[in-house]
T-cell receptor
Framework: GNSVTQMEGPVTLSEEAFLTINCTYT??????LFWYVQYPGEGLQLLLK?????DKGSNKGFEATYRKETTSFHLEKGSVQVSDSAVYFC??????????FGAGTTVTVRA | DTAVSQTPKYLVTQMGNDKSIKCEQN?????MYWYKQDSKKFLKIMFS???????INETVPNRFSPKSPDKAHLNLHINSLELGDSAVYFC??????????FGPGTRLTVL
């Protein structure tokens, strides 16, 4: 079956620090990969996605590259802000109408 | 205009009660979902409906019964509520193969 493993949190950073959240997956076939973000008190929002190997998704300064050889989709941002404090979920979707989520990583950015 | 809406936003109730959460989407999507997010932020799919038909039913107690009166609505009814049912429940919708849009979530607290 499909599964997503992402790094355990919580992660605490200072403003302007570099952020990496590791995500690896197990899937049959060629899934699409996503990063979702949940800001405090809000629902999930799609942050970025990649639908095939070597695709790079990017949004709001975040990037992630679909690496089929390492089955990874690590999320990175070069300089975080306090407003990036949130829970980040890695997810994958294959053809059966279902998203499989990682456990979520809580990120706190301090001023 | 809200794309995916849920009501109520908060629900506090006693053990043993029966309650419903409603979800509506105005995006014209064919597929709707219910997810449960527990206290550790882990998100797990519960049900998926495509064109009013149940296509995914994960291992969920049969006290939980989804109902889809039409393509735009997917309601979640829960019988005999238990303490462990306390969580945030997210509704989502998508068009096949496209990204999911999430509702704001319903925080259920069972006392």
């Amino acid at each position: 079956g499909n599964s997503v493993t992402q790094m355990e949190g919580p992660v605490t950073l200072s403003e302007e620090a570099f952020l990496t959240i590791n995500c690896t997956y197990t899937a049959t076939g060629y899934p699409s990969l996503f990063w979702y973000v949940q800001y405090p008190g809000e629902g999930l929002q799609l942050l970025l996605k990649a639908t095939k190997a070597d695709d790079k998704g990017s949004n709001k300064g975040f990037e992630a590259t679909y690496r089929k050889e390492t089955t990874s989709f690590h999320l990175e941002k070069g300089s975080v802000q306090v407003s990036d404090s949130a829970v980040y979920f890695c997810a994958l979707s294959d053809s059966d109408y279902k998203l499989s989520f990682g456990a979520g990583t809580t990120v706190t950015v301090r001023a | 205009d809200t794309a995916v809406s849920q009501t109520p936003k908060y629900l506090v109730t006693q053990m043993g009660n029966d309650k419903s959460i409603k979800c509506e989407q105005n995006l014209g999507h064919d597929t709707m979902y219910w997810y449960k997010q527990d206290s550790k932020k882990f998100l797990k799919i519960m049900f998926s409906y495509n064109n009013k038909e149940l296509i995914i039913n994960e291992t969920v107690p049969n006290r939980f019964s989804p109902k889809s009166p039409d393509k735009a609505h997917l309601n979640l009814h829960i019988n005999s509520l238990e303490l462990g049912d306390s969580a945030v429940y997210f509704c989502a919708s998508s068009q096949a193969g496209q990204k999911e849009f999430f509702g704001p979530g319903t925080r259920l607290t069972v006392l």
